[in-house]
């Protein structure tokens, strides 16, 4: 235990040299096709996380997280410093992948109107599925995501 240390002010002396505001890095994450067919095969939560995994750069993330205890938090860099992230700047972040996908999904529907057009193996509809967020409740799926995300981008105790 630490006592009374501040992840907040420490993100701030360690963690400020080249890193984008976390809403210009939401607003320019990339969904490519490939991104796409990797959500097909694996399923909305596992695809929603390689596309963050692939558009976070090294270890100059725009959000962290941190363990403390058994409460767990995230932290967005935003106006050159680092806040606790809100219940909203989680949800936009989830919106704005979604809408991101479902563009991917429309270019990825140009280039295979075979697997489109063909109504009797219902591959089509279990991708549409999966590209709008699969058969779960949002809920449950926002929250597997969640968790999945902070092991990314947790900082350890070691690196402390």
């Known amino acids: 235990k630490k006592g009374k240390f501040n992840i907040i002010d420490w993100l701030n002396m360690n963690y400020i040299q080249d890193i984008k505001y976390f809403i210009d890095w939401k607003k320019s994450l990339i969904v490519t096709v490939e991104h796409i067919e990797y959500l097909f095969d694996n399923k909305y939560v596992k695809g929603v996380v390689n596309i963050l995994k692939e558009n976070l750069e090294d270890d100059v993330y725009p959000i962290r997280s941190f363990k403390e205890g058994t409460k767990k938090y995230m932290y ?10 809100k219940d909203k700047d989680f949800m ?3 919106a704005n992948i979604h809408s991101k996908i ?3 999904f429309l270019r990825w529907q140009k ?4 697997i489109v057009n063909n109504t009797k193996n219902g591959r089509y509809e279990r991708f549409m599925i999966e590209a709008f967020g699969g058969r779960r409740a ?4 926002d929250k597997e995501i969640n968790k999945k995300l902070f092991k ?7 690196e402390l």
Request: charged content about 30%; glycine content about 6%.
């Open 152 to 158: 990314i981008i947790e900082i350890k105790d070691s």
């Open 111 to 114: 280039d295979n109107q075979d």
């Open 76 to 85: 967005i860099f935003d106006n050159n410093k680092w806040k606790l992230m």
């Open 92 to 94: 936009g972040l989830i």
């Open 138 to 141: 949002k809920e449950v799926t």
């Open 102 to 104: 479902a563009g991917a």
